[in-house]
């Protein structure tokens, strides 16, 4: 039979499969060999999985296959982290999934939405300024999400759960705002929900970058920087500092968003530190 993982627990799988749910194990040939991810599509019969179909798209902490789409969720407050944010979409473009910026809390105010239409307009992607607490515009969010497994990605207390909560009229469990800070996620594992035409996975977090991604290719993974990358004026050019950067001058003239190179540089001496490590 062939089904999705929607939760893994210890050595435990759980697989829905047509309207049905197995929970199953790993059979003792994979152990140790294959990963199996919340979000595979596998093989199995009596008990056990046998095999993991090809994945479509392979996210690390929170570890997720085949996601078609994230909703990057930000919010006023916590305020956001535009680094994690920028490694976010980076990991989104490197393979291949959707992004829509889903703006939260918009009953605290529009001064965030403000910001990410400014800083994210170059990346083409959709913006959406929500509410999971008075219910604005949630119906618009939840039809441009119909019919693709979409993760829920970003800090905690952001109110993830809580936007699952107000469109699905589920009752997952929500945290408070003392949490902040503390490292501390009340969601705690990756699990996918099924809502007739949806399919969510609530994630404890922010998707990060993933080690495959060397510094040298970065730049490809920024939608707004792809058009001008061959106008540098050297070869190789890494966009940190080269003379006849075209990147650069966009960036100060405002053509793309200051913030957004600036954090790319950081991102790429990251990468390049990462590098000296490994
Ligand atoms: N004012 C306001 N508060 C909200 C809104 N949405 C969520 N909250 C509050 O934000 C807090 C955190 O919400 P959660 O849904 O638990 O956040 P989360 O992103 O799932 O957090 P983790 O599971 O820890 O990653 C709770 O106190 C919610 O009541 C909103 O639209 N407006
Ligand atoms: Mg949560
Ligand atoms: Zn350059």
Known sequence: MKGQVFRSHG????IRSGDE?????????????????VGDYVEFKSGAI?????????FIRPSVANVEMIAAVLSALPRPDFLMLDKLLVSAEKEGVDVVFVVNKNDLGKEIYEKVRR???????????????TGENLDTLKDRLKGRL????????VGKTSLVNA????????GDLSSIGRGRHTTTY????????????DT????????????????????EFEAHLNECRFRGCTHTGEKGCAIASLAESGEIARERYERYQEIYRQLKEKKKYE
């Open 190 to 201: 990756s699990n996918i929900y099924f809502f007739d035409a949806w399919k969510i996975v």
């Open 150 to 157: 979409t993760a829920f990605a970003g800090q905690s207390a």
């Open 167 to 174: 469109m699905f009229k589920t009752s997952l469990k929500v």
């Open 119 to 133: 800083e994210y307009a170059g990346t083409g992607k959709e913006i959406f300024s929500v509410s999971a607490e």
């Open 21 to 37: 749910t197995y929970r199953v194990v790993a059979r003792g040939k994979m152990k140790g060999k294959t990963e199996i991810l």
């Open 11 to 14: 050595s435990e799988y759980f």
């Open 50 to 58: 046998d095999s993991v179909y090809p994945r479509t798209s392979r």
């Open 204 to 223: 404890p977090g922010f998707a990060v970058l993933e080690s495959e991604i060397g510094a040298g290719e970065l730049a490809r993974y920024y939608p």
